[in-house]
């Protein structure tokens, strides 16, 4: 069973300001919640769980292959529409393949995904985001070109195409309206039986019936 581990895990900021103090905690299939007033570690918390920031003490044990959800996404200003769906390796891949390159390295990263191009648009279609690539550009479109809203939901496409793990959104709801608010909770009732969901937000009607919901304070999970 796919199981996030935190073990006897602390964090400091550099400034001496404590974070999160020692705790242990240990998430099986299901949708998480992690709650608390701003400033109390819940986006800290995130970050740890992706690598992005280390941990004081402890380990953090965490399924692969994982898809997180950041604030930001995560992204660079100059990410595609392909990044946030994950596909840019295998796109590019494809690409080196049509030109006649035959390196195998290349075979390895389409795997059996020659097809993942159509599968792409077909995913963004049923999610009623069919025109984003509908561009001259295509799924190679600047993120740039998006609204907020617009980019989370293509990254919860990538996450629904890629059937991750383990799962981690940053405050989700963000810029999103009812209808992909509605999607949004589709996907998490349908993986919650099957992998661990963590899910940082204030949204109380999106964290409505979770399995455990781990509150912060200032000082401690």
């Known amino acids: 069973m796919p199981t996030i581990t935190f073990t006897d895990v602390s964090f400091t900021w550099p400034d001496g300001t404590a974070c999160l103090a020692p705790f242990s905690l240990s998430l099986d299939d299901g949708l998480h ?3 608390g007033p701003n400033g109390t570690g819940k986006t800290t918390l995130a970050r740890l769980v ?3 920031l280390r941990p004081d003490t402890g380990t953090i044990s965490v399924p692969e292959p994982m ?3 950041a604030q930001d996404l995560g992204v660079r200003p100059e990410a595609t529409v392909a990044d946030l769906l994950g596909i840019t390796k295998t796109l590019d891949a494809l690409d080196a393949i049509a030109r006649g390159e035959v390196d195998p390295a290349l075979f390895d990263a389409v795997g059996d995904d020659w097809d993942v191009e159509d599968l792409a648009r077909s995913a963004l279609d049923r999610a009623g985001l069919g025109r984003i690539a509908e561009t001259e550009d295509g799924l190679r479109r600047s993120i740039g070109t998006l609204s907020g809203g617009e ?11 890629h059937r991750p793990a ?3 959104l940053d405050e989700p709801t963000n810029n999103l309206d009812v209808a992909a608010r509605r999607r949004l909770r589709g996907l998490l009732d349908r993986e919650r039986s099957r992998i661990p ?9 999106l964290l409505g019936g979770c399995d455990s919901t781990i509150a912060l304070t200032p000082s401690a999970p």
């Open 151 to 161: 980019a989370v939901q293509v990254a919860l496409v990538g996450i629904d195409m």
């Open 197 to 205: 969901i963590l899910v940082v937000s204030h949204d109380r009607s």
């Open 33 to 35: 919640g992690v709650i």
């Open 50 to 52: 992706t690598g992005d």
């Open 166 to 168: 383990a799962l981690l």
């Open 67 to 69: 898809c997180a959800l």
